[in-house]
């Protein structure tokens, strides 16, 4: 399940907190892969990948990966987050990618190790696409001001 591409959603399930979608990673292509990658195997990006927490910065993004034609049709469970609340709690662990880490779709940038920098290293000329905690966020309720059920741009 995290070291390879999924080309669909993987459901795992918990004695004590039931079931859980790990999703798909459609958006994403070895063959691309192979053109952008730089210094780590396809396995090691997905492990990467898969050992963190991700975040979108900008609710545009949020809404454009909700209405791609791979997940419109899909109701997602979205938690909107306090970024301050966050960003207090995980400070020390946060990181931070310029790009969609995702997906290889269109020309994808490089990437590899080095497109995830730590917050306090970011330039603060950049942009960030993403905000990654490295494996979990257990405190995660403490920071949640809204969950919605969305499909679409719905």
Not at 13 to 25: L, Y
Not at 50 to 74: K, P
Not at 109 to 137: C, I, M
Request: aromatic letters at 8%; a neutral charge; proline letters at 6%.
């Amino acid at each position: 399940i995290e070291s390879m591409r999924r080309p669909r959603s993987v459901t795992v399930t918990h004695p004590d907190f039931g079931p859980a979608v790990i999703r798909d990673n459609k958006p994403m292509s070895d063959a691309a892969l192979d053109r952008c990658l730089v210094g780590m195997t396809h396995r090691e990006w997905y492990e990467l990948l898969n050992s963190r927490c991700f975040f979108w910065c900008a609710r545009e993004r949020l809404d454009s990966m909700l209405n791609a034609v791979t997940y419109r049709a899909q109701t997602h469970t979205v938690l909107t987050v306090d970024t301050a609340g966050l960003l207090e709690r995980h400070s020390n662990e946060i990181e931070l990618s310029t790009i969609n880490t995702g997906s290889t779709l269109y020309v994808p940038p490089q990437r590899g190790r080095h497109t995830f920098v730590r917050l306090n290293d970011f330039p603060t000329s950049g942009k960030p696409a993403e905000l990654v905690v490295p494996y979990s966020v257990p405190d995660i309720a403490d920071v949640v001001v809204d969950i919605s059920r969305r499909r679409g741009g719905s």
